[in-house]
């Protein structure tokens, strides 16, 4: 049974990692308030999918921008001070987006500006987080420490929705965003308690030049490039929470609650995931494990989609049984894409050099942060014209399709190794 579950060999012997993962979870748990907070006032502002995917694309700019230039400021400085200044930037945002809602200012034009800015902050901020934990942990323990965050991710968005949804409900949105605020504290006290990182040696200033090297270094390690691909595909392409409003008020039936318990199911999946991960951070063949947990989110997106087609047709007004069988499906969805993030990056922290590791880490912020709000829009945008379903099963079937055509693409994926990790 030891061997079954969940590895916390970091935990007990680094720190400050510990220290970091503490202050992530609780940040962590407090962010979920805001996600959820934002998509249901967006939503109640204009009652529109359409609004609600468009929040992905008033962050997916700034995120792009800062996410690089973040990147190349991690190689360039001291990771602690930078990470912690970026940290208070971030918790400054968060401290905005609640003095709105208690001003009771309803603007949707207000709201896109303050996610605008959180998405900015953010991208200044992961990639100095993600290139920090290989300075704190041995490289054998990388796989363990991952899983540790996975299962505060998963988490997280399994409670955090939850009670974001049963704060909004009960006490506004106000609630929901100082709650976010005063969590954000324990990150602020876990940056300031690093341990001086700086550069290991000394690399280019920070700048378009030093993005445009992170870029030619991972054109060139195939590896690592199909981490981002099979990322994208599944993210832009199949990624359903978008439609998780409109289905918590006409197809699922219920309230904000419904569209917790939505969200809460994909998280609930990554914590089964995290807990269960023991043999999974034995496994040396990490890219065969990546591509097979991305086909098998794409697959039970698909039955999302199927479920959400069949509640429509024909089970006229229950819901209780198509909300049962949709969540079932996106906590196996969500295991997946646990299993999935897990290997995409540690392969992406084994295989890259730590001169290097802010401005791949950065790369890496932009397309697993941007990706989902970017299919935010998509599955937002298709959900109007085509409906919740159909968006689904469309949308996770071209997932599974460029899944097939990449790894044939490149079959030296297959073969990684994370004994012998080659970019």
Not at 5 to 12: A, F, H, M, Q, V
Not at 106 to 122: E, G, K, N, P, R
Not at 373 to 393: N, S
């Amino acid at each position: 049974m030891p061997r079954l579950l969940l590895d916390i060999t970091p935990l007990r012997e680094s720190p400050a990692f510990r220290r970091l993962w503490i202050g992530s979870t609780m940040s962590m748990l407090g962010n979920q308030f805001t996600v959820v907070a934002i998509s249901l006032e967006v939503f109640e502002l204009t009652r529109s999918t359409f609004a609600v995917g468009m929040v992905g694309v008033a962050a997916l700019v700034p995120l792009i921008i800062s996410g690089l230039y973040g990147g190349s400021m991690g190689d360039a400085h001291n990771r602690r001070t930078l990470g912690l200044w970026t940290t208070f930037g971030l918790f400054a945002v968060t401290v905005a987006l609640a003095a709105h809602s208690w001003a009771q200012i309803s603007s949707l034009t207000v709201l896109y500006t303050l996610v605008a800015l959180h998405s900015f902050a953010q991208g200044l901020n992961q990639p100095v987080r993600g290139a920090i934990v290989p300075r704190l942990v041995p490289m054998k323990q990388l796989p363990a420490a991952n899983a540790l965050y996975q299962l505060t991710m998963g988490s997280t968005l399994m409670v955090g929705p939850l009670l974001g949804a049963l704060t909004v409900a009960g006490l506004g949105f106000q609630w929901a965003y100082t709650v976010d605020a005063l969590t954000f504290m324990a990150s602020l006290w876990a940056m300031y308690r690093l341990p001086s990182l700086p550069p290991d040696e000394v690399g280019p200033r920070a700048g378009f030049r030093s993005v445009v090297e992170g870029f030619r270094f991972l054109a060139t390690r195939p590896n690592l490039r199909m981490t981002f691909l099979l990322d994208m595909a599944a993210m832009f392409f199949a990624m359903p929470r978008a439609l998780f409003p409109v289905l918590g008020a006409t197809v699922l039936g219920g309230d904000q609650f419904t569209v917790g318990l939505l969200t809460a199911a994909l998280a609930a999946g990554s914590v089964l995931a995290g807990l269960l991960s023991g043999p999974l951070v034995r496994l040396h063949r990490h890219g065969k494990a990546c591509a097979m947990a991305v086909a098998g989110w794409a697959v039970c997106i698909m039955a999302f989609g199927a479920v959400i087609l069949l509640a429509s047709g024909g089970w006229g007004r229950e819901t209780v049984w198509p909300l049962a069988a949709s969540c079932a499906v996106l906590v196996a969805a969500g295991a997946m894409d646990a299993i999935s993030m897990l290997f995409r990056t540690t392969i992406l922290q084994a295989a890259t050099p730590d001169a290097l590791r802010g401005r791949l880490q950065g790369i890496f912020i932009v397309v697993v942060a941007g990706g989902p709000r970017l299919g935010d829009a998509f599955m937002g945008t298709a959900g109007e014209f085509a409906g919740p379903g159909l968006a689904a099963v469309v949308g996770a079937v071209v997932c599974l399709v460029l899944v097939v055509v990449l790894v044939r693409k490149f079959p030296a994926f297959n073969r990684y190794d994370a004994r012998d990790p080659q970019p």
